[in-house]
């Protein structure tokens, strides 16, 4: 069974910064391609950085210069760090996983960007 679950989400003012993880279990974490969502009210969910098991990332335009995708193999967790926060950031944040032919998510951490 896959199971993702993500942490580190908060509130923060315009400019801050937080780290979001995911903990990964039941996949070959190595060989796989973590993915980080997000999703505001009344938006659909966009992809916002994706990396492949050998450390090739990919970012959204929106986000790039800012956040930065990383993975740890070994403790089987993903990290988002989020810099130079903006309100419309503000969203709930989901891990992603593909794993034969299916989309595994996490519960979501929610990120609030307001002064």
């Known amino acids: 069974q896959v199971i993702l679950v993500e942490s580190g989400g908060g509130l923060v003012q315009p400019g801050g910064s937080l780290t979001l993880s995911c903990a990964a279990r039941?996949?070959?974490?190595?060989?796989?391609?973590m993915n980080w969502y997000r999703q505001s009210p009344g938006k659909e969910r966009e992809l916002v950085a994706s990396?492949?098991?050998?450390?090739?990332?990919n970012y959204a335009d929106s986000v790039k210069g800012r956040f930065a995708i990383s993975r740890d193999n070994v403790r089987r967790t993903t990290f988002l760090k989020t810099d130079d926060l903006k309100p419309e950031d503000t969203a709930m944040y989901y891990c992603?996983?593909?794993?034969?032919?299916?989309?595994?998510w996490g519960q979501g951490t929610q990120v609030t960007i307001s002064s």
């Open positions: 992603n996983v593909r794993h034969q032919g299916r989309n595994f």
């Open positions: 990396i492949k098991g050998g450390g090739e990332t």
């Open positions: 039941g996949i070959n974490f190595r060989l796989y391609t």
